[in-house]
């Protein structure tokens, strides 16, 4: 059976994430960090050149389940995807924590440089919720 790539967003208001999975949907990838002035150009251009056929919006939710400031603005972008690609399916999921994670597996990496460098931090945070959800399919 063809499989297809999925794409894992961690949206921020200056900067977006952006992880994809290998085409068994097995495993998620850090593809690159762009600044937030044309996100759906950028996502056009990855989702045909990558033959993509789901795309996944980390939420966040505070540990309480209580939405955050940045909650609705997500579910707002999201919408906005669906609307520019309404051929391809559409997940949010719940990105509790995985910006601490991606800092945390930054701050353990052996690459000094890379530590502080917040492009990296939000690929790598597209790049657990990617993983998040694949786990759930897998």
Known sequence: IYMSKVIGID??????????????QK????????????PIQILKKII??????????????NLDGSNT??????FKFHLKLKKAFP???????DERLTSKL???FLNQSEK?????NKKNVD????????????????
């Open 27 to 38: 495993i998620a990838f850090p593809l690159k960090t762009v600044e937030n002035n044309k």
């Open 112 to 116: 000094k440089k890379q530590r502080g």
């Open 102 to 104: 991606a800092k945390r």
């Open 123 to 138: 690929k790598i945070s597209a790049s657990i919720i990617l993983e998040n959800f694949l786990i759930g399919l897998n």
């Open 69 to 74: 400031d940045a909650t609705e603005m997500c």
């Open 48 to 61: 045909e050149s990558e033959k993509v056929a789901s795309i996944v919006v980390g939420v966040p939710i």
């Open 87 to 93: 051929k391809i399916n559409h997940f949010v999921v």
């Open 11 to 24: 949206y921020g208001k200056k900067r977006i994430g952006i992880a994809i999975s290998d085409i068994d």
